[in-house]
């Protein structure tokens, strides 16, 4: 009998236009979602504020070049655009540049994680008014469903949705952190290291840099007076706790030191600048300068636990932790206290600012060059300059 044939029982045409009506529920729900994710995508309509409160500045030029540390005021609005990321960052540049601190030999240091946020470039503004990171990530991921739901079943991280995210925008992330910070670099004649960002198995290749399909690194590219990305691009060593459930180490037997105008400049993500083997890795290459790119936090006054992630520092002593505060602990164990056995003359680290949905960013700031250190503490943005000696 052909199935044409078939009686159509009362059960079967039930089924049958269950079926369809399930069909045409879903392909709705599907166009809704599609009409919904593309609309509201317009920036916000608050212009880019600054709010640059502090320049400070250790030392006195020689012309030995310096190295000039930028903590950008960061709020989630400045990453809704290309341009509009562009234009926070230029605006602290041009005002470096009023106060005499930019030269051929200048090496300017943005904070950890300045590009990792711009994840968030191009969603809709519901995304910029959200209460919370976790909120803003939920929009994003609803907001590109189909590319979430692909980077999130090839994710093998712990934290899944977050690996996710950064995953499925990296592309246009990476090609936006090349675009601003090459062009910055190039339009001021500076040297940049262009604070950090989060993508999966970077590298740079010919002057660019390029996100890979590999596990997600905490990055840093250094970006020459010629617009042109420099070889390798740094990968943070020591996670922290919060990041090592999506984020990779890198060896500290890769990280580089790069020729500069001003000198041989070594790298040292966040966390990095708390181990003496990182230090040693840098002497051992001949760097002059160390620039530390760090994520910014409203707890300096805190007592410290230890380093949360990692085990503490070899030459950690037991007696600090639970007695010191995070800053003076900064102070002793990362950059300001490791800065003369690193044999270089002159480091900075900077901090990100601002506020990110429900994150509060300020943080301490730090100058040396040699035996003379510089606390800078604050809530806005700032300019943290450190003039190299001889």
């Known amino acids: 009998m052909p199935p044409w044939a078939v009686t159509r029982t009362p059960t079967t045409m039930n089924l049958r236009k269950l079926i369809r009506r399930l069909f045409i529920a879903v392909v709705v729900l599907v166009a809704a979602l599609a009409v919904w994710s593309r609309a509201g995508r317009r ?40 341009a509009r990321f562009h234009q926070k960052l230029d605006g602290y540049l041009a005002a470096a540049r009023e106060k005499g ?56 991280a712990r934290d ?20 601003v910070f090459s062009g910055l670099a190039k339009d001021y004649g500076v040297t940049i290291v262009a604070g950090s960002i989060l993508l999966p198995s ?14 997600l690194y905490n990055t ?15 990968r943070k060593v020591f996670p922290t706790k919060e990041e090592q459930p999506f984020v ?17 400049l070594g790298v040292l993500i966040c966390a990095d600048s708390w181990y003496p083997e990182a230090y040693r890795q840098l002497r051992r290459l001949g760097a002059e300068l160390i620039a530390v790119p760090s994520l910014g936090s409203a707890k300096a006054d805190a007592v410290w636990q230890g380093y949360s992630g990692f085990p503490n520092p070899e030459d950690v002593d037991p007696a600090d932790v639970g ?24 480091g900075v680290n900077v901090f990100l600012r601002g506020r990110l949905w429900d994150l509060t960013l300020d943080g301490l700031a730090f100058a040396a060059r040699g035996n003379e250190v510089a606390t800078y503490r604050g809530e806005d943005g700032s300019i943290v300059n450190v003039w190299i000696g001889r």
Do not use: C
Not at 251 to 263: M, N, Y
């Open 323 to 346: 007695h010191l505060s995070e800053g003076e602990a900064w102070a002793k164990y990362a950059l300001p206290g490791r800065l003369p056995e690193s044999g270089a003359r002159a």
């Open 248 to 264: 990779s180490p890198g060896s500290v037997d890769d990280l580089p030191v790069f020729e500069t105008p001003a000198g041989k």
């Open 101 to 156: 601190l930019i030269g051929t030999k200048t090496v300017v240091v943005f904070p950890e994680f300045l590009g990792s946020w711009l994840v968030v470039t191009g969603e809709k503004r519901t995304v910029y008014e959200a209460r919370t990171v976790k909120e803003a990530a939920t929009l994003i991921a609803l907001s590109n469903l189909p590319s979430f739901m692909s980077a999130y079943l090839g994710a093998r």
């Open 220 to 234: 840093t590219v250094v970006y020459g007076p010629d617009g042109r990305a420099r070889e390798p691009a740094v």
């Open 160 to 179: 899944r949705m977050t690996a996710a995210l950064f995953r499925m925008k990296a592309r246009k992330m990476a090609d936006i952190y090349q675009r």
């Open 43 to 82: 920036p916000p309509d608050t212009a880019a504020n600054l709010n640059l409160s502090e320049v400070h500045s250790l030392g006195r030029d020689t012309g030995n070049g310096n190295l000039l540390g930028i903590q950008p005021y960061m709020l989630a609005a400045d990453y809704a655009t290309e």
């Open 202 to 215: 970077p590298q740079v290749k010919d002057g660019n840099l390029l996100a890979g399909d590999g596990p």
